[in-house]
């Protein structure tokens, strides 16, 4: 029993032993060595692996993957109205450069540096816009925020992916007078869409009864063009008949027609006195 305790407390302080005496550089990281009694600070990046060490020595270990940080970013728009901005920030250190990190910022370098110029940019850009324009404009704002902070950090020894704009909240009172113009605009824009239609109605109204008032103009001079020129062959037509008709004409179509019965009259009247009548 007293072995057994004994190889367990052995195992024990190995184990923290060789886990003071080393580090594991895991796939995605570097790691820098840190002899503060020898050589200081290594300038060549350490790849994934277990390395051993003393235990007064370190190994800062940086991760080279991208990384996205998320801020809740309260700015003021340009209309003087205040806006809170969900902004993201993909990163990540230079691999062969973080020597110059650690001697300049450090492991923490996102909360030390970064963090106060992306926050500061962001809020800055947002200011150039108004409130309602946020959403829309949200890829512009979030380019000029990358831009803006890619400049800043120049030779900071990081790279940036990409910056962008996750979430735009307004305050309540704000979301409520957004409703209320919105739905003062639609109804302005469903009376103008009413009047609009109104007015063609009536322009075709208008056009309609133009448009019989002129067929029946047409209509009633086409009538009365027809009457004239009616009017005009007829009198045409009696004025030729009485042209072409004499006395002579008319006797010999007396005689000519089979209804008619012909008498013939003497010119001289005889005075012949009837059988039994005494002739005075």
């Known amino acids: 029993m007293f072995h057994r305790r004994v190889w367990l407390v052995t195992l024990i302080v190995l184990t923290l032993f060789l886990e003071a005496c080393g580090n594991t550089v895991q796939p995605g990281q570097r790691g820098l060595r840190w002899r503060p ?8 990046p350490l790849a994934s692996g277990f390395y051993w060490r003393a235990p007064w020595n370190d190994l800062y270990i940086y991760d080279i993957k991208w990384r996205s940080h998320m801020e809740n970013i309260d700015g003021m728009s340009s209309d003087g109205l205040k806006v809170l901005v969900k ?19 450090g492991t923490d370098f996102y909360g030390r540096m970064v963090r106060p110029e992306f926050v500061g940019t962001a809020r800055s850009v947002i200011a150039n816009y108004s409130m309602v324009t946020i959403p829309e404009n949200s890829v512009a704002i979030a380019s000029k925020i990358q831009a803006v902070v890619e400049e800043k950090l120049r030779g900071r020894h990081l790279e940036i992916q990409s910056v962008a704009l996750a979430d735009v909240d307004f305050p309540p009172a704000v979301l409520h007078s957004i409703e209320q113009k919105q739905a003062k605009e639609q109804q302005k824009e469903q009376k103008e869409f009413e009047l609009t239609i109104a007015h063609k109605d009536a322009e075709i109204a208008r056009l309609r009864a133009s448009g019989e008032g002129d067929a029946i103009a047409i209509r009633a001079q086409g009538e009365a063009d027809a009457l ?6 007829q009198a045409r037509a009696q004025e030729l008949i009485r042209q072409t008709i004499t006395p002579e004409y008319l006797l010999f179509k007396l005689y000519n027609s089979p209804n008619s019965k012909t008498i013939l009259l003497p010119d001289d009247t005889l005075d012949v006195a009837a059988p039994g009548e005494t002739r005075r």
């Open 37 to 44: 009694f020898s050589t200081g600070l290594g300038t060549q």
């Open 87 to 105: 902004a993201a920030i993909i990163l990540r250190p230079v691999a062969d450069e973080i020597h110059f990190l650690q001697q300049e910022v």
């Open 228 to 233: 004239q020129i009616r009017a005009a062959g």
